[in-house]
């Protein structure tokens, strides 16, 4: 994938929105007390529009949502010590962390199809919520958090 940064897991992030500008987040089940925005790996052969759309209907069941946006370059972060080798362990690689192709969708109904355990992959969040931008930042990963405000401050200006 063009300007994909050697080592790095390739991802896509979704920031999705509400009518009020509202960010959906969940928290993660393994991690408790750690919110993120909705993301995922990038299957062989797949584009990241592609992977987005699949992304937020796996991890959250919406399907009614339309990218408006998307950063143009790849974000990366890398992983903690003890994060890295649990991923690494899990995903069968040597990552220093993860370069994500972020998008912007808005909710185009609404959040009625948030169904967190659709069965189409492993249920991943616990709960979710609508949060301000700045709550988004707040409530991330210390090593996520850096990557959130960029990704906001293209995005959500």
Request: aromatic fraction near 10%; charged fraction near 25%.
């Amino acid at each position: 994938m063009e300007g994909l940064p050697s080592g790095y897991r390739p991802n896509v992030g979704i920031c999705l929105i509400n009518s009020e500008n509202q960010v959906f987040v969940a928290s993660r089940l393994n991690v408790p007390g750690a919110w993120q925005m909705p993301q995922g790996a990038i299957e062989d052969g797949e584009e990241p529009r592609s992977a987005a759309i699949r992304l937020l209907r796996e991890e959250t069941g919406i399907v009614s949502a339309e990218i408006v946006a998307e950063v143009p370059h790849w974000l990366k972060y890398d992983f903690p010590p003890a994060v890295k080798a649990k991923v690494n362990r899990l995903w069968g690689g040597e990552w220093h962390g993860q370069a994500t192709k972020w998008f912007l969708m808005r909710l185009s109904r609404d959040d009625s199809e948030v169904n967190l355990e659709s069965g189409e992959a492993d249920t991943e969040f616990a709960e979710w919520r609508w949060a301000i931008p700045e709550e988004v930042i707040e409530q991330a990963v210390d090593y996520k958090r850096p990557t959130y405000e960029e990704v906001l401050g293209i995005l959500m200006p």
